[in-house]
DNA sequence: CATTAATTTAAGAATCATTATCAAAACACA
DNA sequence: TGTGTTTTGATAATGATTCTTAAATTAATG
């Protein structure tokens, strides 16, 4: 099966790459909306798993109760706070040698870029911080 | 809130404990059933949910349409073969430095122990290995 | 043990994210 | 431009999970 270039399709890559967060389908829906009124939200899910499939945008499921999803493909990780629910990217340089020793520990397996941590947000982890010194 | 003891909530905790994989609620109401054969899927559901936010078992969310759940709350990681979908234990110690690393990296987040990466498990690393020698 | 209040259950209805359906529109390509 | 393929929009269907309710079970208290 061939992929055509529809504007619909073009659109909702453009807009998820310039999003920094990491949204839901109908979240990116909201926002594609304002440029194609007309789309359909069934439009979004449909584009979102073909690109997804191709490797063009990354789908995250990230224990949320929705899939999430990533214009940016490149390595990088995610916290995921799960206090707020917000969708830290945690990048290559942040993890120091974790990374070959992950690729040494698990050779043989293919380790894929999208990995998701669970934890606290830089926000979130402070005011729990803050709330353990009231108590 | 108190929580009181049932029945329901004592078999579907032991069960889970028993099994060596990491069951969906609908996988585990079917074991559960060979116990006790009246008990309805809901109430698998509404004990799964009050038994991981206590934190007697963990709630998996590793990105497949349903929620897994783990009766192990040791510390340990989750590889989710993205061929046929396995959920395979990574125990603390097949990780060398990472946990430290990461300790340290994100020192001041929470990291949790439920933490899942994304490849292949040995089967099927295997045969993608083999499928590529012969292409 | 008996009484009363709180919690939990079973069954089924409701919700909501996602997928499927299908006729009409857009696209690819000669 | 014509023709076969792919995609779209609208909507229905699906399926995992949550909610609802009356009845049953459990906890607390005398």
Do not use: W
Request: hydrophobic share 35%; charged share 30%.
């Amino acid at each position: 099966m061939k992929l055509s270039k529809t504007v619909q399709r073009k659109v909702i890559v453009d807009e998820l790459r310039k999003l920094k967060c990491h949204p839901t389908a109908d979240e990116l829906y909201e926002v594609v909306r304002r440029r194609l009124p007309r789309i359909s939200l069934g439009t979004v899910y449909r584009n979102l798993d073909v690109l997804s499939a191709s490797g063009e945008i990354l789908r995250l499921g990230i224990g949320k109760k929705q899939m999430c999803f990533d214009g940016d493909t490149s390595r990088h990780y995610h916290l995921v706070c799960r206090c707020c629910g917000a969708v830290d990217d945690i990048m290559p340089g942040d993890m120091g040698n974790v990374e070959k020793e992950l690729d040494s520990k698990l050779a043989g397996r293919i380790l894929e870029a999208s990995v998701s941590f669970s934890g606290y947000c830089e926000k979130c982890a402070s005011r729990v911080k803050r709330d353990a010194q009231l108590s």
